[in-house]
């Protein structure tokens, strides 16, 4: 594998099932990003972890809880998701130095969540 | 807070022509920098092209180049040599430098411009 993977692809959800998101990055990067794309508006960051630690939860409902347990993985668990949440979920890394995040994004394919 | 706005949804362009996508945006900062990013349909969004604010010099990747305007805030994405590859939605995205933390890691992105390229 290389560069960034993500799991599921697809993924069908009722509004009280639990779900969990997976990233994966094979580039030595160092900090990983959850977006959501959704039709007609602009990606939306919803957490930033650099150095494994949460830098950045951008005011995200507490049904989307996110958890990077080493710098290479990310997870993106969801329960009691509303049909409103379905949308394209991108992950994304990025190589930084210090506190200062500019680097270029690397981003996954994206996992297609469905809420009914 | 940054806003970033493509005023084109779609625009299409026969193979081998030129195209400019457009992007305006506005922040209160001096030092940012701005990017260019494609999503072909179904596979990953890429890094096209990169621009730090300070630099006058427009960046330019081969085929593609952008023009610059800090004053007007203006960052434009010409295509030259369009080809049938370069089908894909192109995102603006703004980040604002510096290292205090805070938002300076956020990328704020457009609502993007979906090119086709006609053969």
């Known amino acids: 594998e290389t560069g960034v993977t993500q799991t599921p692809r697809h993924l069908v959800m009722g509004m009280t099932n639990k779900k969990s998101l997976k990233c994966e990055q094979h580039?030595?990067?160092?900090?990983m990003y959850w977006y959501k794309q959704s039709a007609k508006k602009p990606l939306e960051l919803m957490f930033v972890?650099?150095?494994?630690?949460?830098?950045e939860n951008n005011s995200v409902p507490s049904r989307f809880s996110p958890e990077c347990p080493n710098s290479s993985h990310l997870f993106l668990h969801l329960h009691t998701l509303q049909p409103e949440d379905s949308a394209l979920y991108l992950c994304?890394?990025?190589?930084?130095?210090?506190?200062?995040?500019?680097?270029?994004?690397?981003f996954g394919p994206g996992t297609r969540l469905t809420v009914l | 807070a940054q806003t970033v706005t493509q005023s084109q949804p779609e625009m299409s362009v026969q193979e081998a022509e030129t195209v400019t996508l457009s992007c305006t945006y506005d922040?209160?900062?001096?030092?940012?920098?701005l990017f260019w990013y494609k999503q072909p349909p179904s596979r990953q969004m890429i890094l096209v092209i990169r621009?730090?604010?300070?630099?006058?010099q427009n960046a330019t990747e081969n085929r593609f180049s952008v023009n610059f305007q800090k004053a007007a805030k203006s960052f434009s994405l010409k295509i030259s040599d369009s080809q049938l590859g370069d089908t894909a939605m192109y995102f603006c995205?703004?980040?604002?430098?510096?290292?205090?933390?805070?938002?300076?890691?956020?990328?704020?992105f457009g609502k993007g411009t979906l090119l086709t390229v006609n053969p």
């Open positions: 995205a703004f980040m604002k430098s510096g290292n205090s933390g805070g938002s300076n890691y956020k990328l704020t």
């Open positions: 972890y650099s150095l494994e630690e949460r830098v």
């Open positions: 922040t209160s900062e001096n030092n940012y920098y």
């Open positions: 580039l030595g990067h160092n900090a």
């Open positions: 621009q730090e604010a300070y630099k006058q």
């Open positions: 994304a890394s990025s190589q930084e130095t210090g506190r200062a995040l500019w680097g270029e994004q690397f």
